[in-house]
């Protein structure tokens, strides 16, 4: 799956979520989408590192120990 691909799935969600919402007003959006998407993103990158934290934050461009906390905060450590 491209780049282009995945933005087009957070666009067409994104448009299905407000569809759905009808006249209530959307609030905190960004927080939302960036929560919803970070889980598939810390599982796959450990996945791909075998579990190697040091690996995976480095393949996340993020620092080992901000890492350990989003792991921590979605319940994956």
Known sequence: ???DSIQEVVK???EK???DLGEQQP????????FTVERP???AVMTR???????????LG????????????H???
């Open 1 to 3: 799956m491209s780049k």
């Open 17 to 19: 979520y407000f569809k």
């Open 41 to 43: 993103i810390l599982e």
């Open 75 to 77: 319940g994956l450590i």
């Open 27 to 34: 609030s905190n959006v960004y927080e939302m989408v960036v």
């Open 62 to 73: 993020i620092n080992r120990n901000t890492l350990r906390k989003k792991l921590q905060q």
């Open 49 to 59: 590192a075998d579990g190697n934290q040091s690996h995976a934050a480095e393949m």
């Open 12 to 14: 067409k969600s994104l």
